[in-house]
């Protein structure tokens, strides 16, 4: 059975690995001429996401390449005094398991575990699907497929293709991010510094093997700005406009716009569809149901659909009649959760009052002084995001028996079933 999937960041390579694993024939199309490495920015592996690279056989890997970080200091816009908080008590509180580690890094990961195995054509693009499965390209010939998947992002094609505009189902939750590449001139080793004040917070912080640093952004707006999306010179006004003032230490990184390799910038939206399936097609990740980029767990989320698609197909041999729906209930509640943790996230971290300001800073440093016990409780009782993740679970899907020869370069299972108590935040 042949299946094409369209992307090759995260949700698509993981895809792929576990459709190849149950025995399927996979071609992976990604519209970059190369696997991409954008700079890209520090996105977070919660406990279902670790367990499923530990059974693909990548997770040395993926700790060996995590960002390090274990400290923040945190500035209130308005305030020299600085407020150090300790982030390993707080991740240890949140999760017994988790990585922060660079996307880019982490899709090159997974494209490693699937190269040998799978198609992959880079620099081309899905242009259309019929109902039989033919699918055209910008530049290949048609090809035939029995299933295609979109797991190209947050702007899918895959899905403008199936479903329309994104206008549709996009729900703007009143922010943006933006995030360039700059220099480490601060040294920041494992180390994030924050400015944070009324409806806008601006961040630094380097990776323990990287050579320069990642400044992040996120600004509240009540309406949605007025920008093309290729418009970059606007996109870098507009962010310059949003922080203007408010600290020397943030008008330096704003100075590195006019010289950074590396810039992204995008309003903060959650998809909000009542199915991402239609006929052969499906959706995976931020494609079918991002709930907010930076803060809503998305790269966990794209992880656990991936695992969780490809094992519905495996269980119902193929017949996506069957998969898709059963695939759509499996994630349906986690969906609906992060979407209401992501709402939570912004306020927290976006603060709309120096009230919330004062909360933020001073939270976090109650946080990392509490012993770990105490800090989970808390964390428990006050953030959404917790007690969702922290409840989370995935079913096991073993491999098929037309896949029991173990495809070459594929691992095998090193700690045996996730089981259905797979737990993450």
């Known amino acids: 059975m042949r299946i094409l999937i369209s992307g090759a960041s995260v949700a698509g390579p993981v895809l792929a690995y576990w459709l190849t694993r149950h025995g399927f024939s996979v071609t992976v199309v990604e519209r970059a001429p190369t696997l991409r490495k954008t700079g890209g920015h520090a996105v977070d592996l919660f406990r279902p996401a670790m367990n499923i690279s530990e059974k693909m056989g990548v997770l040395p890997r993926v700790e060996e390449r995590a960002t390090g970080t274990k400290r923040m200091t945190v500035y209130r816009e308005g305030s020299r005094r600085p407020i150090r908080v300790d982030l390993s008590k707080i991740f240890s509180a949140t999760s017994d398991r988790h990585v922060e580690i660079m996307r880019d890094d982490l899709s090159e990961i997974y494209y490693d575990a699937t190269r040998d195995d799978v198609e992959y054509i880079f620099g081309d693009s899905i242009t259309a699907i019929s109902p039989d499965g033919e699918v055209r390209f910008e530049n290949a010939a048609p090809r035939r497929f029995d299933l295609v998947v979109g797991a190209d992002g947050l702007h899918s094609n895959v899905r403008r293709l199936l479903f329309g505009d994104e206008s549709r189902f996009s729900a703007f939750i009143g922010a943006y991010l933006g995030v360039l590449t700059l220099p480490n001139t601060s040294g920041l080793d494992g180390e994030l510094l924050m400015h944070v004040g009324v409806g806008r917070t601006a961040g630094m912080y380097g990776a323990r093997h990287l050579g320069d640093a990642r400044a992040l952004f996120l600004f509240r707006s009540e309406h949605e700005l007025d920008y093309h999306h290729h418009d ?122 120096r009230l919330g300001v004062s909360g933020l800073a001073q939270g976090a440093r109650l946080l990392s002084a509490l012993p770990a016990g105490p800090s989970r409780a808390l964390l428990r009782l006050t953030t959404k995001s917790a007690r969702l993740y922290n409840s989370m679970t995935v079913d096991d899907y073993p491999p098929s028996p037309a896949a029991s020869g173990n495809p070459a370069g594929l691992a095998s299972d090193p700690g045996g079933g996730l089981g259905s108590g797979l737990e993450a935040e």
Not at 238 to 267: I, K, N, Q
Not at 314 to 339: C, K, L, N, V
């Open 232 to 353: 970059v010179p606007r996109q870098k006004e507009l962010l310059r406009g949003a922080f203007d003032g408010m600290h020397p230490d943030v008008d330096h990184w704003l100075d590195e716009l006019d010289h950074t390799p590396a810039f992204y910038f995008d309003s903060i939206i959650q998809l909000r569809m009542d199915t991402w399936s239609r006929g052969r097609v499906t959706l995976v990740g931020d494609a079918g149901y991002c709930p907010g980029p930076a803060v809503g767990g998305s790269t966990t989320l794209a992880v656990v659909g991936a695992y969780v698609l490809a094992g519905e197909l495996a269980r119902a041999d193929g017949d996506h009649e069957r998969a898709f729906p059963a695939y759509e209930r499996t994630m349906a509640e986690q969906i609906r959760g992060s979407r209401a943790a992501a709402l939570s996230a912004a306020k927290t971290l976006i603060p709309t009052s």
